[in-house]
């Protein structure tokens, strides 16, 4: 996963558990990608997720002194309340876009098969309590670690999550949305709701199949 790596391995959910695949040749610098070692993608998420933290902190060209050096200290996952918090706006979220016809989460109508494809089969998720408690856990593992909180993430990587889900740009803004009007539900400053929606949109490279 890769704003993060598995920010990936952990893009998504905030959407492995979300929705997830990777296109081009060139590997970007927010791009998710897979070492094979899960332990590996973990450390290197995390470092890069400080990284870019410190590089965000340092473009402001405020000295950090006083309480903005603290708050600079502190984690995006921290800020977002820790486990609580982020289980708060996966909570939210997941029911959210469960509803969501333009999400279309449970991938209605949707086919494996493709351009040289013969594999017609539908591709059906269903919102079993089995199957959401899953996603759950995994959408609130992947943003905890994308964040810089625990490196723990049990799911797939985002291309092996939603390979054959055919999954579209308007359905990825649409999970976009539901998203924001769960953060704004939550009332997550301006700051940290930037953060979080970039690491995020980080991901669409991995998800987005039919453009």
Known sequence: MN???????AASAFLAASMGCRTGTEKKK?????SGSREADQRATQRMVKDQQIESAGSTGAKPDGKEEGEKKRTLFER???????????DDFTARALEDPRVNWDRTGVK???FLRRDESTVLWKATPENVATLKKHLVQFIALATGGPPKYEGKDMTAAHAGMRISNPEFDAAI???????DKLQIPTKEQKELLAIIESTRP?????R
Not at 80 to 90: D, R, T
Not at 177 to 183: P, R, T
Not at 206 to 210: G, R
């Open 177 to 183: 949305g539901d998203i924001k009007a769960s953060l």
């Open 80 to 90: 977002l309340g820790g486990e609580q918090g982020v289980a708060a706006i996966v």
């Open 30 to 34: 927010d791009e998710f990608f897979t």
């Open 3 to 9: 704003k993060s790596k598995i920010v990936m391995v």
């Open 206 to 210: 991995q998800i987005v199949t039919e």
């Open 112 to 114: 494996r098969g493709g």
